[in-house]
């Protein structure tokens, strides 16, 4: 028999599903705070500015008094000279009437010195009392001609020459009166070695005003001696006095013949020569056709040059405008030693 099936167990029945949950509303995304806006940095606080050193000026060249033997006469004068090197060249600074050789040494500002500038460039300096003046004045008081004063410095020369280091010889810087004794110096047998001469204030013929020849040590020149007042430093007339000298006999006579003996010496000059006139020199006739007529009598130099030196009067190396005449005097030198003296270019 069969068996009886057994009857099918029900499948139980489906559990229900859970509902499904319904999600959480999405939270809403909080809006990005906006940064901040970025801080301005501080503006930069200006460095201080720098505190400038107070330059340190070198101490001025020791000038000491000097004691030569010229053929006899006693010369008295200043030197400076280079500290440790031997001196490139001697230069030689001759002072205008009534002055002595201090006139070179910055009367009222040490900027204003040749003696000390010269030193500092490497040149010895040798400021000379002419004869009739400072030590030879005991054996020449009534002084000597301009051509005796040449030939007596010449001597001074020869004797500095023995005892010192001259490097490439010997350039004269002159002033006035030293100009025209300069120019005796230039001319004579002895001068054609000089490597040149720049002269300061001396021309060839006076101009009007000048012609009656005032007393340079007292009233009626000032105006031809100093120019505007404005152009010497405070103190400057003052202290002049200590440099003012009687001026002797012997050359005194020899100013009115001036004018005569300039074209006798001028053709015998050998030697580069600049001319420098300040911007209110009254002393001499500067008009074109008179400075081309001096010129054009220094027939034999290889060198002339004429220079007018702005806010300057007739006393260039006691006045404001020292250290810018002393300056182109010392680079006239350099040009004269780097062109060969003689053989130099005649402008």
């Known amino acids: ?36 806006p970025p801080v301005p940095a501080a503006p930069a606080v200006p460095a201080a500015p720098a505190v400038l050193a107070t ?34 060249a001697v230069i030689v600074a001759i002072h205008g009437r009534g002055m002595c050789a201090d006139y070179f040494n910055g009367l009222t500002d040490p900027a204003g010195s040749l003696l000390a500038l010269g030193a500092r460039l490497g040149y010895s300096v040798l400021a000379l009392d002419r004869p009739g003046y400072g030590a030879s004045a005991r054996q020449l008081p ?21 005892h010192h280091r001259t490097g490439a010889g010997f350039f004269v810087v002159a002033h006035s009166d ?55 430093a405070p103190g400057t007339f003052r202290a002049s006095r200590s440099l003012l000298r009687s001026v002797p006999r012997r050359e005194e006579i020899q100013t009115a013949v001036w004018p005569i003996q300039y074209p006798r010496l001028a053709g015998r000059i050998t030697s580069p020569l600049r001319l420098t006139f300040a911007e209110h020199e009254l002393w001499w006739e500067l008009d074109d056709a008179s400075l081309t007529s001096m010129t054009g009598r220094l027939t034999a130099a290889p060198r002339v ?36 003296g003689g053989d130099a270019r005649r402008v």
């Open 1 to 36: 028999m069969t068996a009886p099936v057994a009857p099918a167990v029900p499948a139980e029945p489906a559990v229900p599903v859970a509902p499904a949950v319904p999600a959480a509303p999405a939270v809403p995304v909080v809006p990005a705070v906006p940064a901040a």
């Open 55 to 88: 330059p340190v000026v070198p101490a001025a060249p020791a000038v000491h008094a000097v004691i030569l033997d010229a053929d006899g006469i006693e010369m008295s004068g200043l030197l400076a000279e280079p500290e440790g090197v031997e001196p490139r």
């Open 142 to 162: 009534e002084g000597q001609p301009l051509g005796e004063q040449a030939t007596t410095l010449h001597a001074a020369l020869t004797d500095f020459a023995r």
């Open 178 to 232: 030293g100009g025209k004794v300069s120019l005796h110096m230039a001319a004579q047998e002895a001068g054609a070695s000089l490597i040149g001469l720049d002269i300061n204030g001396c021309g060839w013929r006076y101009a009007r005003e000048a012609r009656h020849f005032p007393d340079t040590l007292g009233g009626g020149a000032s105006r031809l001696n100093w120019g505007p007042l404005n152009l010497y």
């Open 305 to 340: 040059t004429v220079d007018r030196l702005p806010a300057a009067g007739h006393n260039i190396s006691i006045g404001r405008a020292a250290r810018t005449y002393h300056l182109r005097a010392v680079a006239f030198l350099e040009e004269c030693l780097l062109l060969g």
